[in-house]
Every structure is written in structure tokens, then in C-alpha cells.
Nanobody
Framework: QVQLVESGGGSVQAGGSLRLSCAAS????????MGWYGQAPGKQRELVAE???????NYADSVKGRFAISRGNAKNTVYLQMNSLKPEDTGVYYC??????????WGQGTQVTVSS
């Protein structure tokens, strides 16, 4: 089992920045990739960015060039640096982890609100 705890959400004006953090605990040696999903009001949860255990990254087209995902030195923490935020980035952001048995884990979510 893997537990995920997010932090770093908040409210900013358009053009501002936020940094989200996610700390994993439990069977972290089994984690193959971690990522962030965003869910805007009334919409489905969608991939924002992900990073594999080898360091490969993948981004949604809407955030390329503005967001950056990275891992901490201990590999059990993942960060999402969000720059040039837009009102359409508003939503709840969930940390996600997938282990070697393809089991998926979710954090509790953190709210990001971008005002125009």
C-alpha cells in the first residue's frame, strides 16, 4: 500500500505561481510513476503531468512550457511547479502513484484557484 499526502495549493492571480508537493509513504519501492491530475468544476479528472521512476516526464498540452514536474532526492516526493497560471487551471489537483502491480493510489486533493 502507498499513502499520498499533498500540500501547496492556494489562491493566486492569473500569471502567478504555485508549487504543489506530494509525499508518498508505505511501499514506495513499488512505485513506477507518480503524477498530478487536475479536476475542474463539473469536469472529469485529467492528467496534468507525470514522471516515471527513470525520470521520464509527460505533460498535458495545456500546461507544456508552464508547469514542471520533478522528484525529490529521496524519490518519494514529487513536485509540480506551476507558473504563468491561468483561470482555466483552477480545480482540485490530485497526486497519483502507480506501483509495479499497476495498482493506482490517490491523494486527498488540494485546491488551486486562479483569479483573473
Amino acid at each position: 500500500q502507498v499513502q499520498l499526502v499533498e500540500s501547496g495549493g492556494g489562491s493566486v492571480q492569473a500569471g502567478g505561481s504555485l508549487r504543489l508537493s506530494c509525499a508518498a509513504s508505505g511501499s514506495i519501492f513499488r512505485i513506477n510513476r507518480m503524477g498530478w491530475y487536475g479536476q475542474a468544476p463539473g469536469k472529469q479528472r485529467e492528467l496534468v503531468a507525470e514522471i516515471t521512476s527513470s525520470g521520464s516526464t509527460n505533460y498535458a498540452d495545456s500546461v507544456k512550457g508552464r508547469f514542471a514536474i520533478s522528484r525529490g532526492n529521496a524519490k518519494n516526493t514529487v513536485y509540480l511547479q506551476m507558473n504563468s497560471l491561468k483561470p482555466e487551471d483552477t480545480g482540485v489537483y490530485y497526486c497519483n502513484a502507480v506501483d509495479s502491480l499497476s495498482r493506482t493510489y490517490w491523494g486527498q486533493g488540494t485546491q488551486v484557484t486562479v483569479s483573473s
